[in-house]
């Protein structure tokens, strides 16, 4: 029988090392937090070969007294906190005191400190958790750490490293991540002697983003700004069009901290459920800010993890706030079409392959009328660039008030400013009493633009689309491919796809009935028998009144059985028994929004797939006509059901620069 005994301390720390550090990325995260805690406006990181054989990271902070060098690599040393009592409001980023005595156990660590108060720094010296050397040096105010060879000493932890390329991509993600949920510190991301990242710590966290994500994203932002009962959210959101295959570009920060959390991650996902398609993910830098005493962040060593006291209540306020922010603007996406190949070049080099070919006198013939075809393509393609270039100046001489560009020339999401929608409305009557008298040609062609306000969507709703004068302004053209519809519409070619469009309008027809409970119930015959877990069972019986309030009729049948007798008559030809089951899946994890409409969202939208016109269908013109007036009075025109564009546009611009009208 083998005795129990207490570990040693060095034993003991490279264990806890295990919980804290296990990659490089680790042990930066933790010295990066240690110095925006001490008040750092600026942090650099370099290291080599992914951080494994070195590491530095320097910091303009506070610094540490030569007196409490030491300490600081005790276990469970810290200065951040002194009671339990603390730990229900901590406010900085680390609290626990194990992070300098992990890095230290399983590496070699030297530290060079200096306060302001003091006329010299420190130099301190451990490795594998045993004390080294201590002496003053020379040294700026702030702290710099050395970290050389990590698991030098526990070699079945070294193994389990990736490759340094590897490492380093995991330590750029995190000093990503670092920028962003501190936009006013100053970050420098150094690998292998090559600057990857540098923020300049201005405070503004769009700057962070077009520098660490580039100008498309950028360009594609949507910000919110929410505070509702001691909860406040502040940041950006993209639009649905630089949505991402994967959860990588859903960054949220809580208190200044970096975190992972479920319930953040599907109350961001359901808000976009109905603007993006299916396994599509959005891109989000949002920074929450809440009370300490409403959320745990002592869950775990690496304080990824945490808490809520109002798991509920924290869901709703995300998810009302973001489908707010999305549902502000317009979002239609405009269609650019690619730049034509021109045709000079390609005569040009036809003639060039006659030529090199040997010439018999059958091909002295055919080369002859090549020539001529060539003299007349030069003359005619000469003719019309001096008609194209009279043409723009007779127009430039005329400066005629442009019609306003109502879409950017690239796909853009971007609603416009409310100053400007003023602006733009103005000329919106002229242009349309113009168009009822001839103008001469050279008055009608646009000039180029570089105003600010034609770069922007325009907003549908400012444009007053929706009343009833706006309805005999549109124009039907036609169906194209019969399903697509071709609409007209002050200076723009909008085109609206029938089957998502038709969707739509029973998706959300069918949500507002259950709303209003206009709906009736229809009677299964033989019932569907369930049998469910205790957790199920609770769930069902919890929300019981719900299901009776939206059609269902559910009756206990014995034992863990329950017999569905009646189901709301939208859902008779759907339902199954997996249609009750994956409800009933949504409400055992807890988190969910408002449980009536969004419970059967997936359901509704099945059913409304099926149940709405086809594509390849012919509609008659007044059957477009009252398609389209029920779209756009929907609180989403925009997106079928499952994310789909039900509409997109291009501009008389755009069409203008295909065929040179304009150069």
Not at 93 to 100: K, M, N, T, V
Not at 206 to 226: Q, S
Request: aromatic share 8%.
């Amino acid at each position: 029988m083998v005795n129990i005994q207490v570990l040693d301390q060095i034993t003991i720390d490279k264990i806890a090392a295990g919980e804290v550090i296990e990659r490089p990325a680790s042990i930066i995260k933790e010295l990066v937090e240690n110095a925006i805690d001490a008040g750092a406006s600026a942090v650099t990181v370099e290291i080599k070969e992914g951080g494994i054989s070195f590491i530095r990271i320097t910091d303009n902070g506070c610094g540490i007294p030569k007196g409490e060098v030491p300490l600081a690599f005790l276990r469970h040393s810290t200065s951040k906190i002194r009671s339990v009592d603390d730990l229900s409001t901590v406010a900085s980023l680390g609290f626990r005191g194990e992070a300098l005595s992990s890095i230290a156990a399983i590496a070699q660590v030297e530290l060079i400190t200096k306060t302001k108060d003091e006329v010299t720094g420190t130099r301190y010296r451990i490795e594998g958790g045993a004390e080294k050397s201590i002496e003053d040096t020379g040294a700026p105010d702030g702290t710099t750490f050395l970290v050389h060879q990590i698991f030098y000493n526990t070699p079945a932890r070294r193994k389990f490293l990736k490759t340094p390329m590897t490492e380093a991509s995991h330590v750029s993600e995190l000093m990503t991540r670092l920028a962003l949920s501190h936009p006013e510190v100053s970050i420098q991301f150094i690998n292998n002697g090559q600057e990857k990242l540098h923020t300049s710590g201005n405070g503004k966290l769009k700057d962070i983003i077009y520098h660490v994500f580039g100008r498309d994203i950028a360009n594609n932002l949507l910000e919110t700004n929410e505070r509702i009962d001691g909860i406040q959210v502040q940041g950006f959101i993209g639009k649905p069009i630089i949505s991402r295959g994967n959860r990588n570009y859903e960054n949220y920060f809580i208190n200044g901290r970096y975190v992972k959390s479920n319930i953040i991650a599907k109350a961001i996902e359901d808000a976009y459920k109905d603007f993006t398609m299916q396994h599509k993910y959005p891109f989000t830098a949002l920074h929450f800010t809440m009370d300490g005493t409403d959320l745990d962040v002592n869950v775990h060593p690496t304080k990824m993890e945490l808490r809520f006291s109002n798991q509920q209540g924290v869901y709703n306020f995300i998810y009302n706030a973001l489908k707010q922010t999305l549902s502000e603007p317009e979002l239609i996406p405009r269609v650019e079409l690619p730049e034509a190949k021109e045709v000079p070049v390609k005569a040009e080099k036809i003639v060039e392959r006659k030529q090199e070919q040997p010439m018999t006198p059958v091909r002295e013939e055919r080369k002859t009328s090549v020539i001529e075809e060539e003299k007349n393509l030069d003359y005619f393609m000469k003719k019309m660039r001096e008609r194209v270039t009279a043409y723009h100046q007779q127009a430039v001489e005329v400066k005629p008030t442009p019609a306003p560009s109502v879409i950017q020339e690239n796909v853009n999401y971007e609603a416009l400013p409310a100053s400007q929608v003023a602006a733009v409305k103005q000329p919106v009557p002229e242009q349309r009493t113009v168009a009822k008298e001839p103008m001469p040609e050279q008055a009608v062609a646009p000039r180029e633009e570089k105003s600010v306000v034609t770069e922007k969507q325009l907003d549908f709703f400012e444009e007053k689309l929706l009343t009833k004068k706006a309805a005999q302004e549109y124009k039907i053209i036609g169906q194209l491919f019969e399903t697509y519809w071709l609409v007209e519409f002050h200076e723009q070619l909008y085109i609206i796809d029938q089957h998502a469009a038709h969707e739509r309008v029973l998706y959300e027809k069918t949500l507002r009935g259950m709303k209003d409970r206009e709906f009736t119930s229809q009677y299964l015959s033989p019932p569907i028998i369930l049998n469910l877990s205790m957790q199920e069972e609770e769930a069902l019986n919890t929300h019981m009144d719900i299901f009776t309030n939206i059609g269902f009729e559910i009756e206990p049948f014995g034992g863990d059985s329950y017999a569905i007798r009646a189901v709301p008559d939208n859902l008779f030809s759907i339902a199954k028994r997996e249609l009750f089951t994956e409800m009933l899946d949504q409400l055992v994890d807890g988190i969910h929004s408002s449980l009536a409409p969004d419970i059967v969202a997936e359901k509704v939208a099945s059913m409304s797939c099926k149940a709405a016109v086809k594509g390849n269908s012919r509609l008659s013109a007044a059957e477009v006509e009252t398609l389209i007036g029920e779209l756009l009075e929907l609180e989403n025109p925009y997106h079928c059901p499952h994310g789909r564009p039900t509409i997109i546009a291009m501009t008389k611009r755009e069409l203008e620069k295909k065929f040179k009208r304009i150069v």
